[in-house]
């Protein structure tokens, strides 16, 4: 990508929220990322609907998207209101749009996304490879802790 283009890691994954339990990165965040106005996504999204079923991407509801915007995922414009609810593409959904968005642009923004998204996977398995091992060890050393309160007893 160059460097016109280029948009750091960091601003991607302060993009990536969780909504229903789920990694998902909004409508207008991807558009300004891809270099496209909102509706446009949208659009294309709507004219290929049978490509995102409801574990690609959701519609936010009103509640979701009021709870998000005063929280600041949500950024709207001075006097805006939503009038339309946020489309919300989980990692699936976000590969998916690289089908419909053909542009140079949206192609390697998205291959910084998955990248990022590979990323944020191996740390979550490396945590959990070290969260494993600090529960055996946890384990060994109340065994330990028994073993020697018993000896001391007698």
Do not use: C, W
């Not at 965040?29 to 999204?45: E, N, P, R, S």
């Amino acid at each position: 990508m160059s460097n016109a283009t280029s948009i750091s890691d960091a601003i991607i994954q302060s993009k990536i929220y969780i909504i229903r339990g789920q990694k998902v990165m909004l409508d207008s965040d991807l558009a300004d990322m891809y270099g496209v106005q909102t509706k446009a996504l949208k659009q294309a999204v709507r004219r290929n609907i049978d490509r995102f079923p409801e574990d690609f991407m959701f519609e936010l509801t009103k509640e979701e998207a009021d709870n998000a915007s005063r929280s600041q995922i949500v950024t709207l414009k001075k006097g805006e209101n939503i009038k339309y609810l946020p489309f919300a593409f989980t990692e699936h959904g976000v590969l998916m749009l690289s089908s419909i968005l053909r542009s140079e642009r949206a192609v390697q923004v998205n291959i910084q996304i998955m990248r990022i998204y590979s990323k944020m996977k191996e740390l979550l398995m490396l945590h959990k490879d070290i969260l494993l091992k600090l529960e055996k060890l946890e384990k060994k050393t109340d065994r330990h802790d028994e073993e020697i309160k018993t000896i001391l007893l007698y």
